[in-house]
């Protein structure tokens, strides 16, 4: 039984509902993210979700993500944090880096899926 994929279209608004609520959340939360260390890195981290969804929709618009799209997500995720603390801001960097890692590997993962699929489909009809 295969696993069906999202539509574009309900990818786009997901991620973009997500986005909006996760930078009112650092928005409101700007007190306690400032309030100690921790919460300082945690506002990092809570930013670099807008990196992800950010890649996620650029993603369902684009096939082909391009260094460009990174860079340029990456560059509003830390201006974003950055607007709740600076460290906040270089934390954010840090995890979208990792996100990146992560999105590469699952697209390489799912996408050789599609391809290995695709090959013994079409490799069966030739026959």
Sequence with gaps: MASRQ???????LISLILWVIIFALLNIGSN????SEGATILGGFVGSFLFFLQMTFIGAIKRDVKLLETV???????MISSSVHRVSGTTSIIFSIGWIFYL????TKIYSKLEETN?????????
């Excluded at 340029?72 to 830390?78: D, E, G, H, N, P």
């Design 72 to 78: 340029l997500a990456v560059i509003i995720t830390a």
């Design 32 to 35: 306690f993210f400032r309030s």
């Design 104 to 107: 590469n590997h699952a697209s």
């Design 6 to 12: 999202p539509s574009e279209g309900s990818t786009v």
């Design 119 to 127: 090959t013994v489909v079409s490799g069966k009809k030739r026959k």
